[in-house]
């Protein structure tokens, strides 16, 4: 019997969990007789590049990675087949769509399904590849939990927990110095990693993107958490926060393919706006950066991870494509990828959660109260 062969890719920032998808596809096509599996490196870059970057997958070459960081593909947020950089005559770098000839190349390569695993932006990039015919399926992934199909995505337990232990340290050197301590998050658009681990890790003041800030109000705050000179404050901020009537603070990249703001800054921008309100405690800024996204993953990112895994080459091996695995509690489901990348997972200000942070006193700087 003629093997078929499904290709296995990582696309987008890296988060832990990667691995163990990896290793649950390998796993669960282990048991068909007529599937074999290969890993292309660096998202689809592998089968872009001249030459082929491909690798083979068998049981022996995935054994223990659940409990391993990153991902042995290898990856990357630049790029893709809809937009291959390319090095102009005149030094500048314009795009070219090189999908069309990817196609034809997984057809010469023998491949007759692929799963991307990977966030917003490469499940974009699997939803265009499926509607040019490609047998497809997305697996969903990010430390920032905005995708708005599944209940989560793995890697965002492991960032929550670095964030939360992160805190615990903080409020230590914090309370023995009677200091302010921002500490910034990862999370884009999402508040998510931040609303978490400030309710876990017990902060006094939490700023998301989704709710912009108003300056007094978390100065206000911070007195509140001082008796004249005694005292320390706790503040978890999203990378994608903004004040009232402001923007967010990242920087443009140079880096070749990049397609991002790089956010980032909006901690120091908020310690400085607190010395102009007049906030005199000590205040010190702590950025966690990609530390959120490094090490092993926490047993329910290993758990979803190989929940998706297992159910992805299930709906490769049922000719199941241009699907998303996708986590309902407490099931694994399969959406069609237009769903998908419909909209984004954010924290509703008017939600359950924040609700709770409020009920435990955590103040969001938000200058008109929600409705209860
Ligand atoms: O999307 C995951 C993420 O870690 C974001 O939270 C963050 O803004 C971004 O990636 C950082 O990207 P890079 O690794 O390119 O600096």
Redesign the pocket.
């Known amino acids: 019997m003629a093997l078929k062969r499904v290709m296995v890719l990582t696309g ?4 832990p969990g990667l691995n163990a998808v990896i290793r649950g596809i390998v796993k669960r096509a282990s048991q068909e007789k007529d599937w074999e599996v290969i890993g292309c490196i660096e998202s689809f870059n592998g089968v872009l590049r001249e030459p082929t970057e491909i690798v083979e997958l068998n049981e022996k070459a995935v054994e223990g990675l659940q409990i391993q960081g990153g991902t042995i593909l290898g990856t990357t ?1 630049k790029g893709g087949p809809f937009a291959w950089p390319v090095r102009q005559q005149d030094g500048t770098w314009t795009t070219v769509d090189r999908s069309d000839e990817m196609i034809r190349k997984l057809q010469y390569l023998g491949v007759d399904a692929v799963i991307n695993i990977g ?1 917003d932006g490469s499940q974009r990039i699997s939803l265009g590849l499926a509607q040019k015919g490609l047998n497809i399926v997305g697996v969903p992934k ?3 939990n ?1 995708l708005s199909s599944t209940d989560y995505t793995f890697g965002f337990q492991t960032a929550v927990q670095i964030c939360t232990e992160a805190i615990d340290k903080l409020v230590t050197t914090a309370a023995s110095h009677n200091r302010v301590f921002i500490m910034e998050v ?3 658009d999402a508040g998510w ?1 931040a609303l978490h681990s400030a309710i876990a890790g017990g902060a006094d003041i939490c700023i998301i993107p989704e709710i912009p800030y108003d300056i007094n109000k978390i100065k206000e705050k911070i007195e509140q958490r001082y008796n004249k000179r005694h005292g320390y404050c706790i503040i978890v901020v999203a ?2 926060a903004k004040p009232k009537g402001g923007t967010t603070v990242g920087t443009e ?1 140079s880096e070749v393919g ?1 397609q ?1 703001i ?3 800054g909006i901690g120091h921008q908020l310690a400085a706006e607190l010395k102009a309100a007049g906030v005199e405690h000590d205040i010190r800024c702590t950025i966690l950066g ?1 530390l ?2 490094g090490g092993t993953p926490v047993a329910f990112d290993r758990i979803l991870a190989s929940q998706f895994g297992v159910r992805a080459m299930e709906e490769v091996i049922r000719g199941n494509y241009g699907q998303m695995v996708a986590y309902r509690h407490p099931d694994i489901v399969a959406v069609p990828l237009e769903e998908a990348v419909r909209a984004q997972n954010l924290v509703d200000p008017n939600g359950s959660l924040v609700h709770t942070a409020k009920g435990l006193g955590i103040e969001f700087g938000q200058d008109t109260p929600v409705s209860k």
């Not at 987008?12 to 988060?15: A, K, S």
């Open positions: 987008g920032g890296d988060c947020n966030g990010t430390i920032d905005d990862m999370g884009r990693i990378e994608g990249s990049y991002h790089r956010l980032g990609h959120q996204r």
